[in-house]
Structures are given as structure tokens and as C-alpha cells.
């Protein structure tokens, strides 16, 4: 069982045999290092998979569970399914649950001609949409888009349906969930466990093996058991989701959690299930306790773009992760990694990201994506640091949204036009801007906002590509009309800016 299948009813456990079988569970340094996770990703991790094998043992199962500092280890999951096969002569097969990486399912393929005994891999039955039915649903479609994927699931699950129409007569209340934070407002306290003792050993082994690797280890933030995971999905339903609607856009000075779950590191690895979280959304719904325009914004994210992400990313791997239509090559930029910039929208979500392995999801579509977007950064390289940076990553889900939703690099096989905007829109959902030593209002000169000539930068640079895109006509006209010494002094200034950036010293 891999690091991020934490779940005791997983297809592979699925006629598991608690006297015969033994359930295979390894640290490796070959998962822990093919690229270089936040060190929080790789605690947190560790510490769950630890306390998951302690709950299969407690429930009768006998777990081989192989430590990343047991001398014996042998550094990968091939080799230390080869040495529990050897230990244990009387085992006649292997049974998995396909990976969630088309790089790590490659691997696995191979295992059958290579092992010593037959090898099974199953479907990850844990999506609510099977492979197969996203395949059919893709098929001969112009355009995937994901609103209509998303209504045909709340179809099949029956979630927030009265018959076969949406409940309150509309499918997407998005555009209730674009508020920006009163200033009065104040965010909520957040459910942030303490470590146990287990997750203390884990937290000084991934600071003793991993002294280098990106962010910080303290303040912990995470619960690593399944118990812990309830908790926190609990006290997220009864006291923040009533105002994940109102507030899912807005971004606020050190406040990294606003009204978002922080579940997906849970769902992801397995912890929490997605259709039984949405189903006690509902629920809350449906006792009077959160709006219609909260829960349906939560579910969305769950059963529409969660689901919806996968199925692209295996519909389009491997091809997909190579594709670069808007010619993008600069290298990431040194504060990437340090968060030293003057740029305070880009400091704030970077700090939060050392120190906790999270951010929010506008935050990570709008402020870093929306940069390395405008600035032409390579694909491949924020492609890699969006893998590692967040402990929820998994390439089946990072990829898609930064490749695709925030790098526009699938020439918008995703999102219909690219997620773009000058310093106004971040000025306008965040109050970044007050305390920012960049001028958001002006486009040229030394005080001016870099979003803003990125923005026009970026626009002009890819006019021939846009104007007929019907979304982007209007911007792409209104550029046209700018005075050539304008458009001129837009493009010196973007030049000279990244032109001026660090990268990273190593
Ligand atoms: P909430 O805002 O509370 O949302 C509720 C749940 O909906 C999440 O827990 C998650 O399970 C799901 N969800 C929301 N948006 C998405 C989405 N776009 N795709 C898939 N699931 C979604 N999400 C990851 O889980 N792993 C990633 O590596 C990841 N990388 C991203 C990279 C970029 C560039 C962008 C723009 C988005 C990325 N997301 C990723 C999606 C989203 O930002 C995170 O799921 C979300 O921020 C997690 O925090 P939360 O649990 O508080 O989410
Ligand atoms: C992310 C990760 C890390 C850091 N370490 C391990 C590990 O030591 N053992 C393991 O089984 N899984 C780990 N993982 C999760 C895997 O990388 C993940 O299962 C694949 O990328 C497929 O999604
Ligand atoms: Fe970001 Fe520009 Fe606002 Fe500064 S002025 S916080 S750089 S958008």
C-alpha cells in the first residue's frame, strides 16, 4: 500500500485475508526524493502511513511496515516488495491499488516481469467517476469543460438534486462567492492538532535526513491519524463551512486558512473519503446549518474539479505533461523558494507555503500562477515546484491545475482563456496592495505594480494567440488602442524586470 492510500476499504485490501496476507507498507527514498518535498509533505506523510499501519494492525492484519531508517531498507517500492517476497517464501502474489502517478504506474507495470510472483494491480475504486466513464464522457467532445462533467456527477450521486434539477434552481452559485473581506471581519479559529509522540520521531527523522529540502517542519498544523482527520473535517463542516462561500476568493495578510477546509492533504492520501465529506455537507444543508451557496461552492471543488482533474490527467499523460503552447522558458525566480521579494501578494503566499505546506486556492492560482504565467516561467520547472511545495500534491492532481487552469501551457484544454490579471484583481480580492511597496495603480515607472505591465506584457506578447478568443477580444482591443509609447514603455519595463530577476543560487 502506498503512501497515499490510507484507506482500510482500498481496492487492494479489497478480499484481504487477515491470516494469510501480509500488507506491505515502505518509506523510500526513491518516493521521498524524486523531487525535493516540502519537508512538512514528507512528515506528514510518514507520520500517517505510520499510524495507518498501527490501525490495520489493531483491526487483525499482519503489516510489514519497513521505516525509511531501517538499515535494511532497500530504497525503493519495487526492491522492498522483492525482500518482503523473500522473507516470506509462502506468499504466492502481489496485490496493489494502481499509483496515482503515471510515472509510478510505469514502474508498477514492470513489476510482474520482474517479481518472483504475479502481480495484480486494481483500479483506485476511491473517485466517485470511474476512468473508463470519464473516458466516455471525454469522448468526441470539442471541449472538456468542467461545469458540465460536474453536472452530470451531481446527476449520478444525487448530491444537492431535487429530482433532476439542482436544488435552489441553479447548478453554480459562484458568483455569490466573489466577496471581499470586510475589513471588521475577523477569520476563524482553525482545528491545527498538535504532533503525538509518533509524529515527533517522524518530525526529527525528516529533520535529520531531510535538512535542506524546502519549508518548514514547525508549526505543525496537520492531525496524521484517520481519528484526527474526522476531527478536523467535523469541525470544518460545523464552524467554517457556512462562510466557505462568501470568502473563497478573498485573500487576507497573514491569514493562510480564510474559510477553506484544509482537507484536501486528508482526501488525498486517503484518510478522508470525498463523496462521504460532500454527503455531510449536504447534510448541513439540509439541517438549515450552511448556504446553499457555501456547500454547493464546497461540493464542486470535490465532486466537479477534483474528479475532473484526474480524469484529464490520465486521459491526457504522458503527453500532457510536455506540452508548452505558450513557448514559456524562463527559469523559476530565486524567491520561489525564499519568499524574499517586494512583492507583497507574492510574499505572503510564498511564506505561508514554507511554513505550512499550504495555500489556498487562489492564492495558488492567482498570485503564483497567475505570476509565473505572466512572466513566462518554464512549465516544467513550476510544474515541479507546485509538486513539491504542498502536502497535498500528487502529480494526478498538481499537474492539471498548474499545467493546465494556471500555466494555460495545454493551449486551454481546460480553462477556455488563460487565468490572467493585472495588479486590480488582486487589489480588489486581498488587501495585499495597503501595505505593498509596488503602486498598484500605475503600469509603467519604478513604483509601478509588476502585475500590471507582466499583464499588458503578456497580453501583447500573445495578441495573434487571443484575439479570437471571444474572452479575450475585449482586452486584447483595448491594447490596441494604447498609445504605441505606452505599449513601448510596458514592454521596457517587463523586460527590464525579469531580465532583473535572481534565480536560485544553489
Ligand atoms: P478548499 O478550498 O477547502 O476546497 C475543498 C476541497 O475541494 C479541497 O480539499 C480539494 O479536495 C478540492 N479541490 C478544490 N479545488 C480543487 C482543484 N482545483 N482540483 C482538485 N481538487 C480541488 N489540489 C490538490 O489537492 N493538490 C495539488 O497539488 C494542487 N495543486 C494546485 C496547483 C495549482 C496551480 C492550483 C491553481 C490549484 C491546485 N490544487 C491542488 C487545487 C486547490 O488549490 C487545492 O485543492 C486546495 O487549495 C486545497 O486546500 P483546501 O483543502 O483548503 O481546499
Ligand atoms: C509522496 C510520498 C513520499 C514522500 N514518500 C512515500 C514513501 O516513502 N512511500 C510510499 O509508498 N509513498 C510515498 N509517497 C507517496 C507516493 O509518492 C505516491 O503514492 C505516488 O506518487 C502515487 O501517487
Ligand atoms: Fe502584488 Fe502589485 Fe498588489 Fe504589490 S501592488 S501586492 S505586487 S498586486
Not at 478480499?15 to 523531487?35: F, G, H, N, R
Not at 517479481?115 to 464522457?137: H, M, Q
Not at 527523522?205 to 492531525?223: I, T
Not at 500528487?394 to 501551457?409: D, K, Q, S
Request: charged share 25%.
Amino acid at each position: 500500500m502506498l503512501g497515499d492510500q490510507l484507506s482500510p476499504d482500498i481496492s487492494s485490501l479489497r478480499d484481504a485475508s487477515k491470516k494469510d496476507d501480509v500488507i506491505l507498507i515502505a518509506e523510500v527514498m526513491e518516493e521521498a526524493t524524486y523531487v525535493p518535498h516540502h519537508k512538512k509533505k514528507i512528515a506528514f506523510l510518514f507520520a500517517a502511513m505510520r499510524h495507518f499501519a498501527q490501525e490495520l494492525k489493531s483491526a487483525g492484519y499482519t503489516v510489514r511496515y519497513a521505516a525509511l531508517d531501517d538499515p535494511l531498507n532497500q530504497g525503493s517500492l519495487r526492491a522492498e516488495t522483492a525482500r518482503a517476497l523473500e522473507d516470506h517464501p509462502s506468499l504466492t502474489q502481489v496485490i496493489a491499488t494502481k499509483p496515482g502517478e503515471w510515472r509510478l504506474l510505469q514502474d508498477m507495470e514492470l513489476w510482474a516481469d520482474i517479481l518472483p510472483v504475479p502481480v495484480d494491480l486494481r483500479e483506485d475504486t476511491r473517485f466517485i467517476v470511474p476512468l473508463k466513464a470519464f473516458n466516455a464522457w471525454a469522448e468526441g467532445r470539442k471541449q472538456l469543460r468542467m461545469e458540465y462533467f460536474y453536472r452530470d456527477v451531481r446527476r449520478q450521486t444525487g448530491l444537492l438534486m431535487d429530482g433532476d434539477q439542482p436544488e435552489g434552481g441553479q447548478w453554480n452559485y459562484d458568483s455569490e462567492n466573489r466577496k471581499r473581506l470586510p475589513k471588521s471581519m475577523t477569520t476563524p479559529q482553525r482545528f491545527l492538532p498538535k504532533p503525538d509522540a509518533l509524529t515527533q520521531d517522524v518530525i526529527a527523522l525528516v529533520a535529520e535526513r531531510f535538512p535542506d529540502n524546502f519549508g518548514d517542519l514547525d508549526p505543525w498544523v496537520f492531525a496524521t491519524t484517520r481519528a484526527g482527520a474526522e476531527e478536523a473535517r467535523d469541525h470544518f463542516l460545523s464552524e467554517i463551512l457556512p462562510g466557505f462561500g462568501d470568502w473563497q476568493d478573498a485573500m487576507a495578510r497573514g491569514e493562510p486558512w480564510m474559510w477553506h477546509s484544509l482537507l484536501s492533504v486528508y482526501i488525498n492520501c486517503g484518510l478522508l473519503d470525498p463523496l462521504d465529506v460532500c454527503r455531510r455537507a449536504e447534510a448541513e444543508w439540509k439541517a438549515g446549518r450552511a448556504p446553499l451557496n457555501a456547500v454547493e461552492g464546497f461540493i464542486r471543488q470535490i465532486i466537479g474539479w477534483r474528479e475532473y482533474v484526474r480524469g484529464i490527467y490520465w486521459l491526457k499523460m504522458p503527453a500532457y505533461a510536455e506540452l508548452n503552447t505558450l513557448n514559456a522558458h524562463r527559469p523559476l525566480p530565486d524567491f520561489y523558494w525564499t519568499g524574499e521579494t517586494d512583492m507583497r501578494c507574492m510574499a505572503e503566499a510564498i511564506g505561508q507555503t514554507r511554513r505550512h505546506a499550504y495555500a489556498h486556492h487562489i492564492q495558488r492560482l492567482m498570485i503564483t500562477g497567475n505570476f509565473a504565467l505572466l512572466a513566462g516561467l518554464s512549465p516544467a520547472q513550476v510544474n515541479e515546484w507546485y509538486l513539491l511545495v504542498y502536502a497535498d500534491a500528487y502529480e494526478w492532481v498538481e499537474l492539471p491545475n498548474t499545467h493546465g487552469m494556471a500555466l494555460h501551457a495545454d493551449g486551454g484544454l481546460m480553462a477556455s482563456k488563460p487565468y490572467a490579471a493585472s495588479g486590480n484583481y488582486i487589489s480588489r480580492m486581498s488587501d495585499y496592495c495597503e501595505s505593498c511597496s509596488y503602486d498598484v495603480k500605475q503600469r509603467t515607472g519604478a513604483k509601478a505594480c509588476p502585475f500590471n505591465f507582466l499583464y499588458w506584457d503578456f497580453i501583447d506578447r500573445h495578441q495573434e494567440r487571443f484575439k479570437n478568443n471571444p474572452r479575450m477580444a475585449m482586452i486584447c482591443k483595448s491594447l490596441d488602442r494604447m498609445q504605441p509609447s505606452e505599449r513601448a514603455a510596458i514592454r521596457a519595463e517587463a523586460e527590464k524586470f525579469l531580465d532583473g530577476l535572481r534565480l536560485k543560487t544553489l
